[in-house]
């Protein structure tokens, strides 16, 4: 992945940044696979079930980002693949230089 590709996927704001996120849950692996349109696509093992791909998906992020749990919420689309995560006390130029090494 570019700089450029990620993006338009992290948005900064007051306090931290948003990050848009396409979920395929039920997956092989969990991992970062790249992009999708406009947001970071993200592979899953937990299936979409009771919140388990939602509490996946935080775990993962947090681990990726090396942050602590409560760090990460989801603000928009829990019951959706389309997810909008809230990173607090992140910055756009940090989150974008660990999607791309």
Known sequence: MQPDEVGPAVVEKP???????????GSSRNAVLGVYGQAL?????????DGRA???LLRFLAKYFRLAGSCIRITAGENSRNKTVFISGG???III????P
């Open 97 to 100: 230089r660990k999607l791309c």
């Open 15 to 25: 306090g931290g940044c948003f990050l848009k996120c396409r979920v395929q849950p």
């Open 54 to 56: 939602n509490r996946e």
């Open 41 to 49: 696509k993200i592979a899953l093992t937990a299936r979409p079930l």
């Open 91 to 93: 910055s756009k130029d």
